[in-house]
């Protein structure tokens, strides 16, 4: 009885150390498995403060002083200008037509008070108008204000940068004989924004009629 007993006594150790393999093997598990999650918590973290950054960051402005955004605060989509001649539209002598290019003068009124700006693409078109009208007649006597717009429009055509390409039409003057570039643009398609947009929403905002007495 002795040496079963011994025998007993020896197999009591190798039967404990079998039954501690599963659980090391499973601490090892769930120690894996914490470190995989804690990774998988700072990526996801880490990707969701850089999509802030990426992201627009729409604020409240108050449109009082300096408070506001420095342009009109909708979602204007692309479109495709394809240069025309322009025959038959927009005649220097057509007031009624050029009238058409200014819904309420271009300027809105936004914010909880209703603060007054004039939408920059209106004072472009004005320019271009008082030109018009100063190259006729100089309706407008003011010398000053035409070539306030020959300044401002520069300065905006600079601004945009168009880089859209112009097919070369190679012209021989009959002055000297000689072949020059020349381009007219037309066909041309220039990316843009949607004007009509722009326009639809200028005429739904009119901006508030003065009131100063």
Known sequence: MT???????????????????PSNALIA???????????????????????EDLLPNPRAWTYIGDDFPSELPIDIPPAGLSVETGEGHFSLYDDDEWGTLFPSQGFVSLGPHDRTFHVSLFHQLHCL????????????????????????????????????LEVDIPQRLEEDGKWYHTANGVGSVHKCKDW???RRWVSEHPSLPLDLE
């Open 3 to 21: 040496p079963l007993t011994s025998q007993a006594t020896r197999r009591k150790p190798t039967h404990l150390s079998s039954l501690r393999h």
């Open 29 to 51: 598990c769930l120690s894996v498995l914490a470190v995989v999650t804690v990774l998988n918590v700072a990526f996801t973290a880490y990707t969701i403060i850089t999509l």
């Open 129 to 164: 108008d008082v030109i018009r009208v100063g190259y006729l007649t100089n309706r407008t006597h003011a010398f000053e204000h035409i070539e306030h717009c020959l300044r401002y429009l520069r300065q905006i055509l600079l601004c945009h940068a168009d880089t859209t």
């Open 196 to 198: 009509t947009v722009l």
